[in-house]
């Protein structure tokens, strides 16, 4: 983490905004001894089920749990880390399994504007985040992969999907702002960013 690494609050004037119809999917209800570790695929793997609902409706799709265990086994870095989270083989990944019709790529993005920018175009992006955030599950020491779906001005309150949590209802949190903008900043805004290739 850079100590020269700056975060910059949200303006006061930016509107209240939720991105509806992403998936939910909780890491913890995937059937698998490593599932604590599927952050990364399992909020990756809901903004490819986001996409396919718009761009590939006829095609069959298997249940969003199952197609997160094989998203994890087809991007774990087995190689080096044995790991999960490696930014580039899921992004490859999601483009694989979104057929081709968006691509992914990893950004350090400027702003919580520059993301808000991508939920008005109807685009989820997938956050890593570090530390502790009121009403997490936990803290995120580790690092923590979340989707930003929306904004929320009365609250000052960025709108998240936590897969860390079990239940549909609960993986909706509102974090605070400042914490929010804390554990982002943490990883350096660090963001995947998805990029229909159809219209």
């Given at each position: 983490?850079?100590?020269?690494?700056?975060?910059?609050?949200?303006?006061?004037?930016?509107?209240?905004?939720?991105?509806?119809?992403?998936?939910?999917?909780?890491?913890?209800?995937?059937?698998?001894?490593?599932?604590?570790?599927?952050?990364?695929?399992t909020?990756?793997?809901?903004?490819?089920r986001?996409?396919?609902?718009?761009?590939?409706?006829?095609?069959?799709?298997?249940?969003?749990?199952?197609?997160?265990?094989?998203?994890?086994?087809?991007?774990?870095?087995?190689?080096?880390?044995?790991?999960?989270?490696?930014?580039?083989l899921?992004?490859?990944?999601?483009y694989?399994?979104?057929?081709?019709?968006?691509?992914?790529?990893?950004?350090?993005?400027n702003s919580?504007?520059?993301?808000?920018g991508?939920?008005?175009?109807?685009?989820?992006?997938?956050?890593?985040?570090?530390?502790?955030?009121?009403?997490?599950?936990?803290?995120?020491?580790?690092?923590?992969?979340?989707v930003?779906?929306?904004?929320?001005?009365?609250?000052?309150?960025?709108i998240?999907?936590?897969?860390?949590?079990?239940?549909?209802?609960?993986?909706?949190?509102?974090?605070?702002?400042?914490?929010?903008?804390?554990?982002w900043?943490?990883?350096?805004?660090?963001?995947?960013?998805?990029?229909?290739?159809?219209?």
């Amino acid at each position: 983490y850079s100590q020269n690494f700056k975060t910059i609050t949200m303006p006061n004037t930016l509107p209240s905004f939720v991105l509806n119809n992403v998936p939910r999917q909780s890491q913890m209800k995937v059937k698998h001894k490593r599932r604590g570790d599927f952050c990364s695929p399992t909020s990756t793997s809901m903004i490819v089920r986001y996409f396919n609902n718009k761009f590939s409706k006829n095609v069959k799709q298997r249940a969003l749990d199952e197609q997160v265990k094989t998203f994890a086994r087809k991007s774990h870095d087995d190689n080096y880390l044995d790991i999960y989270g490696n930014w580039i083989l899921n992004s490859a990944q999601a483009y694989n399994d979104s057929f081709g019709k968006v691509a992914y790529r990893v950004e350090r993005l400027n702003s919580f504007e520059e993301l808000y920018g991508y939920l008005k175009k109807g685009i989820p992006v997938a956050v890593s985040i570090r530390g502790w955030l009121r009403g997490g599950y936990k803290n995120y020491k580790d690092g923590h992969f979340v989707v930003v779906v929306g904004w929320s001005q009365k609250r000052r309150a960025v709108i998240c999907v936590d897969p860390v949590f079990r239940s549909w209802g609960k993986m909706l949190r509102a974090y605070r702002e400042k914490d929010f903008l804390r554990a982002w900043g943490k990883s350096r805004n660090l963001s995947y960013i998805a990029k229909p290739l159809v219209s």
